[in-house]
């Protein structure tokens, strides 16, 4: 059986995964390689499936818990809602296109504000105001649903597809990811 961590630990582990393959995305900057467009990808996968728990399980114990906390957890949505138009427009870029890393760029200082603004303010408050048990039950349920949206093969399980191969063509995709994981879409 797993240690249960609480929400706030799990999504602070995310955000270092993130600044992990932000800093491999960093190191291949300039590049037109195939390469350069998959980490992109796997990047705007992994950020879409950390924004989709924070909206599902994050926020609502905000609003619920913290003083204010309407007001704040509206503010992190319309962060994510514009880091989400970046994405859109990503999607769409070849690293061979001039918009490529200037956008790449733009997305990552988003983020990165946003990553700050939580560490530093919106978690300290949550877990001052909500209970401890609460906190631990929220990251059961983040972690369960990160296993369902695996951003990269497993390396213990080489034959399977990461996530962008397996999600249906068509739509974008953002909005793809983010049907698989709310069930969006589905009847
Ligand atoms: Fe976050």
Redesign the pocket.
């Known amino acids: 059986m797993e240690a249960q961590q609480d929400v706030i630990a799990v999504?602070i582990t995310?955000?270092h995964e993130v600044e992990e393959m932000f800093s491999e995305l960093e190191q291949m900057s300039g590049q037109t390689s195939e390469q350069a467009k998959t980490l992109a990808e796997q990047v705007v996968i992994e950020l879409v499936r950390?924004s989709v728990a924070?909206e599902e399980y994050l926020y609502p114990a905000v609003r619920e818990h913290v003083r204010g906390g309407d007001k704040l957890a509206d503010q992190e949505i319309s962060e994510h809602a514009d880091a989400e138009q970046t994405m859109k427009r990503l999607e769409r870029l070849e690293p061979g296109d001039a918009d490529f890393w200037p956008t790449t760029e733009l997305l990552m200082g988003q983020i990165r504000d946003?990553?700050r603004e939580?560490e530093n303010d919106l978690f300290p408050q949550l877990r001052e105001a909500c209970p401890p048990e609460q906190l631990r039950e929220l990251g059961t349920k983040v972690q369960r649903a990160k296993k369902l949206a695996p951003t990269r093969p497993h390396p213990s399980a080489p034959d399977t597809p990461p996530a962008n191969k397996l999600l249906a063509p068509g739509a974008g995709l953002v909005d793809r990811i983010r049907d698989a994981l709310t069930g969006r879409g589905r009847s």
């Open positions: 999504l995310d955000h950390h924070e946003h990553i939580e």
